[in-house]
């Protein structure tokens, strides 16, 4: 087993770059299933979800070649659709995109349910309501999705919340159906416009995609492209937290500003210096931080991956702060770490009220799932003293390098092996 061990106190300086959107990266990858040609995608995350998506390409019979560290080639014309590897697709959420694409080029797809973290329930029936709506029989047995279609149909779409994960489904999905498809109340992330704007590069139609409303019309067959993956908004904004936590300064290079508008702007809000450049953010922080409210939203309101992070800034305002979950009905696991390092947080309903200024000190925590491990990173280096976190294959799920890059940036942070209790047990 490895753990994260901190010792905190010490401001950040210097220059951090964000690597490729994760969000996004997946879907990318997974969507060149349907391609049945070679595609080259760049700035792809070195994280194990993407590891995964390679595997679980690779198991289909794609041809994998990683051309660099950050660079993949997929040559999906071997590829086998249909069934799915299960013990590979259970481990992460994002593999339900390969329904969309198994769909859109075999016809059929038998897909184990996904995997990721847990927020409480997280249902799938708008993605299934999508399919059906695209002339698919769908039907959820046991553990797996089994769909069919003779021919998929364009169709019209609206579903009742904005998903991520279903427009990006449908999308997939209805690039190669016969006819035009129209998602209505679309999700809007820069990760849905990135993934139409590669899918466009093979020759899918897609307009409207960042708006609420997306048209697909429907084409015979895709072709391989070369293309790069956008920058990952919720990595740019754990730095530019980890930045205001310890009273640093620290230029977040490879971002789109626009993107961080949501999180630039609260961070302005408790008083924290913000420089937007072309592509990077420059982020100068005292350490005196105002408290202040948030509320999690579809983009481009502020988002949900960023609860915990801005959950573990909070502890350090000066007041009382209360942070609204607008998503997911169970984002708050990682309060009860932040309380074992000090933390006064109540949690109500969807609201967590946050007590600024009692001060953390060190402690054992666990990182609960992807962002809640970052969050205690972010509290771990606020901290003078040492935070040892556990459970840390979460926070590679989705952070690439993260130790490394906040090491080259002045925090006392490095990965360690624990012997492995069993083994010692036995050992002895
Ligand atoms: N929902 C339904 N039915 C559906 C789909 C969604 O009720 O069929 C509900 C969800 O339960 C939730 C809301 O709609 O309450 C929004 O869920 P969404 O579908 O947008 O989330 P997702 O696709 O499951 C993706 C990201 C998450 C991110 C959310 C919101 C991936 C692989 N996952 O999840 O990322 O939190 O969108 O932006 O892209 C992360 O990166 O840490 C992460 C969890």
């Not at 995608?41 to 198991?59: H, K, R, Y």
């Not at 590979?88 to 995997?115: D, I, N, Q, T």
């Not at 925090?411 to 492995?420: E, G, H, L």
Request: with cysteine; hydrophobic share 40%.
């Amino acid at each position: 087993m490895e753990k994260i061990v901190i010792n905190g106190g010490r401001p950040l300086h210097g220059s951090i770059e964000v690597s490729g959107s994760k969000n996004a990266a997946i879907p990318i990858i997974l969507a060149t299933l349907m391609v049945d040609d070679i595609c080259v995608i760049e700035n792809v995350p070195a994280i194990s979800d993407i590891t995964l998506s390679l595997e679980i390409l690779a198991a289909m019979g794609c041809h994998i070649r990683m051309l660099s560290r950050n660079t993949v080639e997929i040559d999906s014309r071997g590829a086998m659709g249909g069934v799915s590897p299960y013990e590979l697709v259970r481990k992460m959420r994002g593999s339900y995109y390969l329904v969309g694409a198994e769909l859109a080029r075999w016809g059929k797809a038998y897909v184990g349910l996904p995997g990721g973290c847990d927020f409480g329930v997280r249902p799938i029936d708008q993605h299934i309501k999508g399919f059906k709506a695209l002339g698919a029989k769908v039907s959820v047995e046991g553990r797996y999705i089994d769909a069919k279609a003779d021919e998929l149909k364009g169709s019209s779409i609206y579903f009742d919340m904005e998903t991520v994960g279903g427009t990006i489904n449908v999308m997939i999905a209805a690039s190669l159906a016969k006819g035009t498809t129209i998602i209505e109340n679309a999700a809007r992330e820069p990760h849905i416009v990135d993934l139409a704007n590669f899918l466009n590069t093979c020759g899918a139609k897609i307009s409207g995609a960042g708006t609420d409303t997306i048209k697909i019309k429907g084409v015979e067959r895709l072709y391989g492209s070369t293309y790069a993956v956008i920058p990952d908004m919720i990595e740019a904004g754990t730095y530019m937290c980890a930045a205001a936590a310890t009273g640093g300064h620290l230029k977040v290079t490879n971002v789109i500003p626009k993107h961080m508008e949501a999180v630039s702007a609260k961070l302005e809000e408790m008083g924290v210096g913000i420089v937007e450049n072309d592509d990077s953010i420059e982020v100068v922080s005292t350490g005196e931080l105002h408290r202040v409210n948030v509320k999690t939203l579809p983009y481009p309101g502020f988002p949900t991956d960023m609860n915990p992070q801005f959950g573990a800034l909070l502890c350090l305002a000066d007041g009382v702060s209360c942070l609204t979950e607008g998503i997911f009905n169970n984002r708050f696991k990682y309060v009860e770490e932040l309380k074992r390092m000090g933390a006064s947080i109540k949690v109500d309903g969807s609201t967590a009220i946050i007590e600024g200024g009692v001060p953390l000190s060190g402690a054992p925590v666990k990182a609960v799932d992807l962002r809640a491990g970052v969050a205690m990173i972010i509290a771990g280096l606020s901290i003078k003293g040492k935070t040892e976190i556990e459970d840390i294959h979460y926070i590679e799920r989705g952070y690439d390098d993260v130790v490394g890059k906040l090491r080259a940036v002045g925090a006392d942070i490095k990965k360690v092996i624990v012997p492995d209790q069993v083994q010692l047990e036995k050992a002895n």
